[in-house]
């Protein structure tokens, strides 16, 4: 029986969410499924979750090691992951895939990625900034219309702003 996630625009809930990643056996078999494209044995996945638990390579793994995470994750890890839509876990053939609702979990992990790179903005304003400020140095029109303090305050101006909608951004999430 294969069990797939669930259909639509369902999202994870934040409980459902850290519920999978709060075991650290599961965070390994997602972040290997990451990096292998398409369908996994169980036995691949249950040896490289043991290196890593182990913190040594596939090789040194012992059977008796590789054998109680295949266990751990065939019987509990994965049927919970199934049912939360994150994989889709196909018990009798012993398959395993990411499904695209995995990507939901990354706001969770990574909670900055869903607000965007901010430091692009400021890296912006501050060319910005500094060219009109050469321009204006340079004597060329029409930056020569104000002082130079003006710019300057003008740009202060502008990196407070964005910093206010940067934090009440941050504030909302």
Wanted: with cysteine; proline share 4%.
């Amino acid at each position: 029986m294969t069990t797939e996630p669930p259909t639509g625009t369902e999202a994870i809930s934040r409980d459902t969410a850290f519920e999978i990643l709060t075991n650290p056996r599961r965070r390994y078999s997602l972040s290997y499924l990451r990096s292998k494209p398409g369908t996994v044995s169980i036995g691949e996945l249950a040896e490289a979750v043991a290196a890593w638990e182990q913190d040594t390579s596939v090789e040194l793994v012992s059977s008796k090691e590789r054998k109680s995470v295949y266990t751990s994750l065939y019987q509990t890890h994965l049927p919970k992951m199934a049912d939360a839509g994150v994989i889709v876990y196909d018990r009798q053939r012993g398959q395993v895939r990411l499904s695209d609702t995995a990507t939901e979990l990354d706001k969770f992990v990574n909670p900055s990625s869903k607000g965007g790179n901010w430091s692009r903005y400021y890296l912006a304003l501050a060319v910005v900034g500094g060219v009109v400020i050469l321009c204006n140095q340079m004597g060329m029109y029409p930056f020569t219309l104000l002082d130079v303090l003006a710019y300057a305050a003008l740009l202060l101006v502008a990196f407070a702003l964005l910093s206010a909608v940067n934090l009440e951004l941050a504030r909302r999430r």
